[in-house]
Each structure stands twice: as C-alpha cells, then as structure tokens.
C-alpha cells in the first residue's frame, strides 16, 4: 500500500509530538500499604508499592518531569519518599525528606511529587521517614542519557538489601532503650528483592517461613551468550556494606551516582548503602551452564548468610544451579581492598566537572559514638542529630526560627587537635540537637569526614555519608587523623569522581567538596538505617531567600498548623 | 501550741481555696510511646503512656474540667484517644475519634484534650485510630459524685482484656487480605494488665516468653475482712465477651456505665467489650486463704485459656495461690444467662432519667456479614462503613461536603420484610461508604439493632454497639426479628436503664431511644475492634449550625489543608 506523502508526514508529525509528549511528563500513581510477604521465604509484613517491593522502576529521559501521586493506605501511619540521587533543582519542597522538606503525608491523603530529571543516571527512591525503608518501601530509578563513553546490549537495574525479619518498629523501639538492643545482623540479603533465610533456623516461629514459597525464588538475570550488560546496581541495606560478583565475570565499572568513571576492571563490586553504581558484564564464559551472583556482607564480622541470585546463559533453564559452590567473596575485614576501590573511583577524562581549586570554607565532622542520658547514640562533632517536628523547610522559609535549636553546630569540635581517634572516647559533653548548618548561597564548603574508634576498643565502622540536592566532588581519602594543612594539599583536584554518597573508611577520613548553590535545605547524614536514627547526620541550609513559594502541601505537622486558618 | 483565729481562719480559706482549685481542673501531661512490655509473659510491643499500660487512671470529680497534654512519641504513627462515656457536652471536637471528630495527632506533635465530666460513674479511655486500642493504650475514668444509693468502703477500678500477640498492623493487614485471614482466638485474657501466656506453647518463637517476668504475676486484688469493696470493672477486649466473678463471693450489680441499676446479685458478671459496671463485693468468706478471681471468653467457642487474678485477704501473702482450683466459669454458649443479665439491668427507682413516651423517627440497623470485591466485611444495612479521611466534624462545619458520600444511609433496609434472619444471606448489594445520618437537633431517635446469621451457617454473634456523645435508654430486647408494629408496644418506657454501650444478643434485637441534643458528630458502632475495621458502624450528625467554632488543633489532613494560608 502506497501513504501519500502528505498523510505519511502526518503521521511523523503526531508520532513526534507524543514522542516528545511522553519524554516530558512521567505520571506515576502509587499506592502504599502493609502487605505480608516472603522476600527471604520469611512471612513478614512489608511495605508495597501497588502490590510490589521493590517498587516499580521509573524509567525516564534525561529532562523529563517525573510526577507521582503517592496515596498513602497504611492504616495508622505516615510515610514520605526521597528520590534518591535527584538534585531537585527549584523543587526542594519535593525531596521527601520527612523534618526537613515536608511533613509526613497522612493516612488517606494523596501527595504529588513532582520534579524534573536533570542529569542521565542510576538513581533510587526510598522512604525517609523513621526506619520504613527498611520495611521494604524503596525502588529504582533510571534515567537515560545520550553520548554515553561505552557501549553495551541490554540495560538492566537490580537493587541490593539486607533484610530483617523484626519489625521496624521493634528494631527502633530496641535503639531507643536503656539498655540498648542493638539490631543484629541481618536475617538475610535480597538481590533485587529476592532472598533465602533457612527456614530450619532454630527458634524460628511455627508457621511463618516456607522454603517452597516462589517469592523466595532466587533472582534470575538471565543474559544471551556474547552480549554485553550494563548493570545498574544499586545498594539501599539497612546496615550491611556489600561485595557483589558474578561467578566467573569479570565487571566493569563506568558508572557511579550518575557520572561516568574512568572505566576500571574488578572481579567483585564493593558497594555500600546508597551508592549506585553501572557495571558491563559480557556473558563470554561457557554458555551450557549459569553462574551465581553472590551479595556478601563485609566490614563487620558477621553471621547473615550471603545473597544469592543466578546468572542464568540463554536458553539453559533459569532455575538450573550451577555446578560449583558458590564463590565465598572476599574476607569481611579486608579494608585495604575496600579503600582501593574507593581510590580507583576518578571521573572519565571526557565528563570531568572542573572542581572549584579553593574553598570558602572548611567543616570538619567528627563522627564519635556516645552515651546521652544512658542512651546510645551516634555524633557528629559532639551532637547527636534530631530531627525537629516542623520541617526546616516551612521554619527557614517562614520564620518559625523557635521550631528548633538556634545555635548553630561547630565547624570542628572544640578539642580536635588533641583528640585521639584510635581509643575509646569519653565523649560526655555530647547532646542531642536539631541545630543546622547555614552555608552561605554560592559559596564553596568542604566537609571533612573524620572516622575515630566508636565505644567498642578496637573497632571503627565504615559509614556511608549521603547529601542530599547536591552532588559532592570526592577530593581526598586518608588514614589516620585528618591534618588541616598537609592534607588538602594531597586533594585530587584534577579529576575527583563526583557522588552524592561517599564512604568514609574505619578509622580514617574523606574529603569532599561542593558548591552550596541550589537553593533549599538538605539533610546529610550515614545511610544506615539505624545510625541515622541514632543521630548521625546533620543538615545544610543555602539560599533560602530564593526557595520560591512553598506548596502547602508539605505542611500540616508542627508549628506549620498555625497557618490553619478555616 | 495555739493558733490565733485569724491565722486560722485564713488557713482555712486557703485550704479550701485550694480544694476549690483541684476539684476544678485536672491537668494531664502523657508521652505515648511503643515499648517492649510482657502482659501474659510474652514480649512485644505495646503502646504505653508515660511508660505504662494501662495507662493512669483519671481520678476525678463530677463537674470537674479535664486537661490532658497528650505528646505522640510513636515513631511514624499518628494516635487519637477517645473517652469512652464521656458526652462531650459543648466540645465534641474532644471526643478523639479519628476520622470523625479530630484529624489524628502527628508524632511529635502534642494535642490537648479539654473536657468536663459532667456526671459521676465508671467510664474509660482508649485509643480510636486503627486498631491501635490493642496495642495496649487504654486505662480508666472514674469520676467521684455524691449521694450515691449504695455505701462500700473502698474504691476500686480494673479493666479487663484481652491480649495478641500479633502486631494490630499483622491483624489489620489478615482483616483486609483476599482471603480473608481473621484473628483468631486472643492469646490470653488480662486482668488491669496483666495475664499468663503457657509458654510452653508449641510453635512460640525462642527468646519471647518467660514465665518468670514479674510484669506478668498475677493482678492482685487486696481486701481486710469484713470490708465491703465498690469495684468498677471495664471492659475494653478487642473480641471477647467475657464473664467475670470472684471465686466464693457474691457480686452486687449497682452501676451500669455511669448509671445507677437497681441491685441485683450475680455470681459472675457478663461483660462486654466498652462497658462498664460497679459491683460491690464484701471480704465475708474464710479469710486464712486466697480465692481466685476469673475472666472467661464466651459467646465464642474458643481456645482462650481463663484469665486469673488473686483475691488476697490480708494479711496473707498476696501471692499466695488458693487452695482451690479455679472456678470454670459458665458456658461459652449459654445465650439464655447473657440475655438475663441484660434484662435485669434496670435503672435505679430514684435515680430514673424519665424517658420520652414517643419517639420521632425510628431507624433499623441491620447487621450483616458480606463479602465486598472479594474482601469480608461488616455491614448495616448493606453498607460498610469506612472512615472519610476529613473529619466529618469538620467537613460538616465548613461545608467540605465533597469529602464524603452525600447519599444517606438508609432507615430501613429494602427488603426487611422479606429478610430471613436465621440463615446466610448473599447480601449481594452490599457497598461500601462513609455516608452517616443527620438527625434533626432535639428529636427523639430510636434505634432498632437486628442481629442475623453471619456468613458461617448457624452462627450469629453477639455485638457490644457504643455510641458517643450520649446516653441512650434500653428500651427493649427480643429473640428473632423485630416485629415493627408489636415489638414497640412492649417496651420499657417506666425504668429503662441508661448506657452507652449494649448488646445485640445472637438472633435478637435490641430498642433504644435517645434524644440527639448533643451538637456534634457522633460514631456508633461495634466495640468489637475488628468488627468497626470490617465497617460495623455508622455516623450520626446532629445540631451542626450550634456548633462553635472549631479548634484548628483537631485539623491538618485530607481537605482540611485547604485551610493552610502560609
């Protein structure tokens, strides 16, 4: 059949006007509840995102407007989302960062979330609100780009958890008792969602785990002989820093947090909550059998059993085990391994942001854990973070300044040249506060992250440090205790890897640096579930006076309901 | 040493003064939060407020003003408490009813309950939003008047329930699950808090029970011989219908949730879920020995193990076990004996509220079971009630009339004639919705409630409905289906006691009539917990346009964030 060409270029004109209609606005509507299920073959209650956890993945175009009208249908309880990795140019009411940008979105209310996709990348999504990320309420978010520096077959995104078969309440219920009960390790390790705990654990209730259940079915990335993968991976444990491989393959890594890297080859991943990053896997091994992906938790000695999903070479059947054991990784306690990956992290020559060579100023975070009125916690230069009730946001931008403490914290603690991070430390002068950093607007601040010996002797934790609304140039990693005038002479200021989530090692210190241009207010803090809950984190204010009008949306709590007027 | 009369006499005024002050208001200030607790021996987590459940008791005098400072410290869950008995007379924005009369109250946020106690008696608080009344947030009322008809020495309060082991977010999430999964048989039956758990069970997780916790010995109940005890029981199960009785001692019926009953004697006390009554009991029998005090579910066929308490006549050692075995307690399923008690409950002759001869509209609720897109429900008259997620009160005062269903429910079923009570029904044009009634401002109101056949054939179960804002007289009880031009003619109209809270027995109907002279917006409904989140309830509305102005404290979510004018 023979078109006109009048009609033919019609129809190219409608199909590239949805084309471009469908690349700006991404509607998503979401809704969340309570709802058992059995990632592990465990029967818990999770938190589904219309029916699903993980989460539906958000699959975008660079420049594109994501919206999502999040109903919350938990019964009695709140929720609120961070769109992890998104800067939220002129939409910092839209982070989802419960305290700081909005109040918790009530039981039967709808809230929209809307904000633009600014930059090509692997990002995630997770709830910010107490401990609920943990309760499985969290996903990925993939944005594709053009002028990529690689090349590949197929694109896929997995996501990297620990899993706990208490509930997060009980879990924080138990951090915030005295005597503490700390959370343990975690029961097992999902791969995408996907986990298997030994149901003939003992002391296992009757009844609630079933090894048969196909939600425990492991993961299956199943791959075509001779292509080549990119892997979007991403970590969002509660505790548990990660060494991830495929048996066998070799990884690429070429991207992290959405800038691409000077592309570097491992046999296994280390990878850390909130860290993204993309591997290339080419399926070039012997394609009559699978392979296993292995996740295993590293940096703390240790009892969880490693994640286990399988690599599946089309067309052998997908639940075929290999024929070998899996590969046992790498030891926990193989720091040195860690930190090199850590330094082999440098932006691709040809997508380097020049990094400012000075900055205006200079904070140094000592992070130290403390007692507090017989309360363990965790501190930043002597304060333990909490969150005020009225979010930063609405106080900042309104002038409700009584909403939380005023003075500010310091920019380095009182006693820093004579504090010896390698022993136990008193630490008595600690307090809790909601106090926040006010960085002035355009201005460049480095943050220094200093490690020190936590209130076990002998034993300094990795933390993984995520800022929010911005990404961070990472200029500098050392051991020991950070020297203000040797050290950041060392700085890489050539071509650092720019992230939004970095590690700071044990006992050691990182220096990252970035500019305080995007107006709003930003939490920054350990992305571990528990030791943000116990106050280790802190949050930057820049530029309020140019946050344009709030949406009252994200009011409701606190002091926000003296503008309640009916 | 002499006082002189004018020192005295000024002493005396500010005595009385101060006397004066105290009876006036009664100032509260509670921190709910979740904490581990043992009841029946068995961890979990419950809901305390200032670290205990039951909560305090209210102790205070009619007439007197209420304050309570009520700080939500759950982590990412709202609350609302209910005062379950008290009118609200001029404050219905105090009733605590989520969804009906106040948005629920944020954590960190503190909200003040303020309220009269106009009229002595025996009342109790609880939580109203979700289920979060069995995770343990309830306690007692007991508010002191005089010239009572009946005289004790001692004055005593307890509350009985009922206990799971489950989280009330596992129940709520079986209860709203395709298949239905229901909640089963209590674990244990509490006595002022506390119940014995076997921990021996098989099938409990390892590490949870310990029988020796001293958070579950025994309540006990401590009495000198001779001495005549005025003791106030409540009920606040989740499901169980419950008999009370204290082992060799006979109970004096005087008081029926805050009205006095012309005495009767019971061995054992039937009472149900929201009710209250004072019985005297007196230390008459041997008293070298303890005797057992006994909660027993019934109404149900179940599994529930007896609840125990210890009737301790000093100066024996309280713990002391009886020499006896415990009584066994009634029949679960002696209907007969429960409907007895009902209709022995008549009010006090100098203590008649006279009640109108005639009323003015005459409403049938239908109780039925149904199955709704799959999922179980409760309904009347082929609606299931669920809550608007704007509180009626308000939506009524601001005309947000979009908020809920505008269609009323309806007086009478259609089909009432012709429905046959005493078998499954298909009920298939069961809906769900959040209409209510709007009753004309001083009009008399009778409500019929007409029990059926559930889903289950042969099964029709009794219902403890509760209404707030008012009292209502029981002007009638019958077996089978209420018969619309007879039934009426037999009521009692001479000296129907007044409640709150009553019984619809297994095939039966149950008349009350009561004057809707409360501005406001009023729930009624099943006490049972899982029954009112299944949709047995409904909404009453009178006298709107006399209500003042509402406080902006009891708003915040659903539309009511319209009003938001930063």
Chains 1, 2 share one sequence.
Not at 43 to 53: A, S, W
Not at 77 to 87: F, L, P, Y
Not at 348 to 359: E, K, L, R
Not at 517 to 540: K, L, Q, R
Request: neutral net charge; charged residues 15%; contains cysteine.
């Amino acid at each position: 059949m023979k078109i006109p060409p009048l009609i033919c270029a019609l129809l190219l004109l409608i199909l590239s006007l949805n084309t471009i209609v469908e690349a700006r606005i991404r509607h998503y509507r979401w809704e969340v509840k309570y709802e058992f299920k059995s990632p592990d073959c465990y029967r818990k209650l999770v938190i589904t995102i219309n029916g699903r956890t993980p989460g539906p993945t958000i699959l975008a175009q660079k420049g594109d407007t994501i919206v999502v009208d999040l109903k919350n249908s938990l019964l009695t309880e709140n929720v609120a989302i961070h769109w992890h990795g998104i800067r939220q140019i002129g939409t910092p009411w839209a982070d989802g960062t419960e305290g700081v940008t909005q109040c918790p979105i009530l039981p039967g209310d709808t809230f929209r979330y809307k904000f633009v996709v600014d930059r090509a990348g692997t990002y995630m999504y997770h709830a910010h609100y107490g401990m609920q990320r943990e309760a499985g309420l969290y996903g990925s978010i993939r944005v594709a780009g053009e002028d990529e520096p690689f090349v590949y077959d197929y694109d896929r995104s997995i996501i990297l958890n620990d899993w706990y078969h208490r509930s997060t309440y009980e879990q924080a219920a138990g951090l915030s008792s005295v005597p503490f009960v700390w959370v343990g390790d975690p029961q097992s390790l999902l791969i995408q969602g996907k986990g298997r705990f030994n149901c003939s654990t003992p002391g296992t209730a009757a009844g609630v785990c079933n090894a048969t259940n196909p939600e425990c079915s492991p993961y299956v990335f199943t791959v075509v002989p001779g292509k080549t993968y990119r892997l979007r991976i991403g970590s969002l444990t509660a505790l548990a820093a990660l060494s991830f491989e495929i048996e066998g393959h070799n990884l690429t890594v070429v991207e992290a947090d959405g800038h691409y890297v000077e592309p570097f080859v491992v046999k296994n991943l280390y990878i850390y909550s909130g860290e993204t990053y993309s591997v290339l896997v080419t399926a070039n091994q012997d394609p009559t059998r699978n392979y296993w992906v292995v996740s295993k938790m590293v940096s703390r000695n240790n009892t969880t059993p490693n994640g286990l999903a399988i690599f599946n070479y089309y067309p052998n059947h997908p639940t075929r085990s290999p024929p070998t054991i899996p590969p046992s990784g790498p030891r926990w306690n193989d720091v040195e391994a860690r930190v090199n990956q850590s330094l082999a992290i440098r932006s691709h020559p040809n997508y380097i942001h020049p990094v400012p060579q000075t900055s205006d100023r200079v904070i140094i975070l000592l992070n130290t854990q403390n007692t507090i009125n017989g309360f363990r916690k965790w501190s930043i230069n002597n304060i333990s973070f909490t969150l005020p009730h009225t979010p930063y946001l609405v106080s900042l931008k309104h002038n409700l300044l009584h909403t939380f403490d005023q003075t500010p914290p310091p920019d380095i603690i009182n006693n820093y040249e004579g504090y010896d991070i390698n022993i136990v430390q008193p630490n008595v002068n600690a307090t809790s506060s909601n106090s926040l950093y006010r960085l002035k607007y355009n201005t460049t601040v480095d943050i220094i992250l200093q490690n020190a010996n936590m209130m076990d002797a002998n034993n300094s934790e990795t933390h993984p440090w995520h800022l929010h609304g911005h990404d961070f140039w990472v200029v500098g990693y050392g051991n020991g205790k950070f020297n203000v005038s040797e050290d950041p002479k060392r700085y890489n200021l050539v071509n650092p890897i720019m992230k939004n989530t970095v590690l700071v090692h044990p006992y050691g210190w990182t220096a990252l640096r970035f500019v305080a241009d995007n107006p709003g207010v930003w939490a920054f803090h350990c992305h571990i579930e528990s030791h943000f809950y116990m106050g280790m984190g802190t949050v930057f204010e820049e530029g309020i006076e140019k946050v344009t009008k709030l949406p009252s949306s994200i009011m409701g709590c606190g002091d926000t309901k003296r503008f309640l007027q009916p």
